[in-house]
């Protein structure tokens, strides 16, 4: 089994910073998968905001986030990070991490993580 923990969440204002992590753990080959980060506001359906393919080689983002948003990874450590900067409130949202079923980008994710609350006011 596969346990995905989200952490980094809470409140700040717009114009502010937040950091996402997500750590691993259980019967994982944590290095050997991309990861991704997603989020659902209330009353939206969940969307894709990045990912990292297993050795961070390669990076993808929503449009929405490029150039505020940075993804990156930490192997050895099982955790998965997502950098928040210059947040709107339009950012407002639970996040999820996710792992990929293979090393590279796909659509087909299989383990996600619980949810961190992010809100940002304006």
């Known amino acids: 089994q596969v346990q995905l923990v989200e952490s980094g969440g809470g409140l700040v204002q717009a114009g502010g910073s937040l950091r996402l992590s997500c750590a691993a753990s259980g019967r994982t080959a944590f290095s050997t998968y991309a990861m991704g980060w997603f989020r659902q506001a209330p009353g939206k359906e969940r969307e894709f905001v990045a990912a990292i393919t297993w050795n961070g080689g390669s990076t993808s983002y929503a449009d929405s986030v490029k150039g505020r948003f940075t993804i990156s990874r930490d192997n050895a450590k099982r955790t998965v990070y997502l950098q928040m900067n210059s947040l709107k409130p339009e950012d407002t949202a639970v996040y999820y991490c996710?792992?990929?079923?293979?090393?590279?980008?796909?659509?087909?994710?299989?383990?996600w993580g619980q949810g961190a609350q992010v809100t940002v006011s304006s």
């Open positions: 996710a792992r990929n079923r293979g090393p590279a980008f796909s659509a087909d994710y299989n383990y």
